[in-house]
């Protein structure tokens, strides 16, 4: 079982012949040392995220922070028999050491919607915990990539990004918006519609993280499949851009996703963490900084290296669908990232 969850997690959108370079280049004796904090590591997503990357052997320390409720779950976890060491910290006086000497500082600490709640509804609690979370990182690991998980991630971003400027440490190619969720529900929905195995699916999701923002392109998924007409392909985009708040009404006030989410964010750690130790060609989506449209942090696909972007493609050809639902996103996706810039710069 721990086997299989590790083995997926070494796979990624390069495949197979990726998981066959990890096992011979990068078998826990032999990866780098790699530190990942999980900032937010009691809550919801944050639990079964630090599980999930215990179970990574390219992480060597994993350093759980959180408000609330960090020594037990690190205590937890860290009995597992994995390679990573676990250490636990509570309370922003610890905050620095849990930093300190990080490659990859993942967030997703910050409120939950409720049902009847959008994700900018969202934006007055988590924008100030964000910026303070990205105050401590310029500060005590200025070089590690930030994987943005905190809603509403289309503001969260540019909110880090104007931090992370005002503290004179920003590198675009370390900040990463994580929008992985889109993609793993784009896969499952085409995945059922299609009636094809999952594992073997693949569809780039581009714009944003809310609502019509969220853009997947089922025209460039593969397999390619001929059964699906028109009105299939409306249903599932609309079915992915609405992924999340099928879940916050199904939890009917107990939160949002966490469990498909940690898995999300693993897989896109994991993505990480391949281009940091040289694996070549890996390749995922995210909410970059990005020159492909006009908008300055857009999400597509993103090559991921040593120094974290490699590369932001282009988005491919598009249906007329996918080109009408790419200029119906941009007025809320602009007015979202400005409202996170504004944030920062007018305080
Ligand atoms: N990007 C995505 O696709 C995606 C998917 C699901 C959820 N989310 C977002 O992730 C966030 C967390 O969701 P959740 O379900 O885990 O919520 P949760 O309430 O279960 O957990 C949040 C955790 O953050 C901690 N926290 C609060 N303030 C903190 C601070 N200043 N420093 C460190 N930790 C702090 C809390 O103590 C709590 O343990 C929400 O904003 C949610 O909208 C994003
Ligand atoms: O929907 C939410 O509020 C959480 C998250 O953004 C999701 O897509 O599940």
Known sequence: MLRSIQSSLRRSTTGASSTHLLRRFYSSDSAPERKVAVLGAAGGIGQPLALLMKLNPLVSKLSLYDIAATPG????????????????????????????????????A????????????????????????????????????VNMISN??????????????????????????????????AKTFYAEKAKVPVEGVNVPVVGGHAGITILPLFSQATPQANNLSYEDIEALTKRTQDGGTEVVVAKAGM???????????????????????????????????????????????????????????????????EKQGLESLKPELKSSIEKGIKFVTES
Do not use: W
């Open 73 to 108: 779950v690190a205590a937890d976890i860290s009995h597992i028999n994995t390679r990573s060491e676990v250490n636990g910290y509570m309370g922003e006086d610890q905050l620095g050491k849990a930093l300190e000497g990080c490659d990859i500082v993942i967030i997703p």
């Open 110 to 145: 910050g409120v939950p919607r409720k049902p009847g709640m959008n994700r900018d509804d969202l934006f007055n609690i988590n924008a100030g915990i964000v910026k303070s979370l990205c105050t401590a990182i310029a500060k005590y690991c200025p070089h590690a990539l």
């Open 152 to 185: 509403p991630v289309n503001s969260t971003v540019p909110i880090a990004a104007e931090v992370f400027k005002k503290a004179g440490t920003y590198d675009e190619k370390k900040l990463f918006g994580v929008t992985m969720l889109d993609v793993v529900r």
């Open 255 to 321: 939160g949002s996703a966490t469990l498909s989410m940690a898995y999300a964010g693993a897989i896109f750690a994991d993505a990480c963490l391949k281009g940091l130790n040289g694996v070549p060609d890996v390749v995922e989506c995210s909410f970059v900084q990005s020159c492909i449209t006009e908008l300055p942090f857009f999400a597509s696909k993103v090559r991921l290296g040593k120094n974290g972007v490699e590369e932001v493609l282009d988005l491919g050809p598009l249906s007329d669908y």
